[in-house]
């Protein structure tokens, strides 16, 4: 089993930034990558970022390109979510989810184990 926790979200006025962090713990060994996904009022959750553990190749949404940084630090393992020039739009539940798979990251199913979720709201 593999345990995630996020933190960082919060109320921020649109133009700011915050820093999302998803804490791994338990059999990390046996994920591939970590994704972050999200869910809007009234909307299904959708894809945002991901990042392999090896080599650390980036996935985005084309939404986030060049707002939203996604990074990985293996030796705690945590990975973050850098999210500048923030927009109202961008207000949702933030999960954090881990993968045992080889292929495929930017699907729900492609996903063994998620987190809480951390609330983001921007304000216009």
């Known amino acids: 089993q593999v345990q995630l926790v996020e933190s960082g979200g919060g109320l921020v006025q649109a133009g700011g930034s915050l820093r999302l962090a998803c804490a791994a713990a338990g059999r990390t060994f046996s994920t591939y990558a970590m994704g972050w996904f999200r869910r809007a009022p009234g909307k299904e959750r959708e894809f945002v970022a991901a990042?392999?553990?090896?080599?650390?190749?980036?996935y985005y949404t084309d939404s986030v390109k060049g707002r939203f940084t996604i990074s990985r630090d293996n030796a705690k393992p945590t990975v973050y979510l850098q999210m500048n020039s923030l927009k109202p739009e961008d207000t949702a539940v933030y999960y954090c989810?881990?993968?045992?798979?080889?292929?495929?990251?930017?699907?729900?199913?492609?996903?063994?184990?998620w987190g809480q979720g951390t609330q983001v709201t921007v304000s216009s």
């Open positions: 990042i392999r553990w090896s080599g650390g190749s980036t």
């Open positions: 989810a881990a993968t045992n798979r080889l292929s495929g990251l930017e699907s729900l199913t492609d996903y063994d184990y």
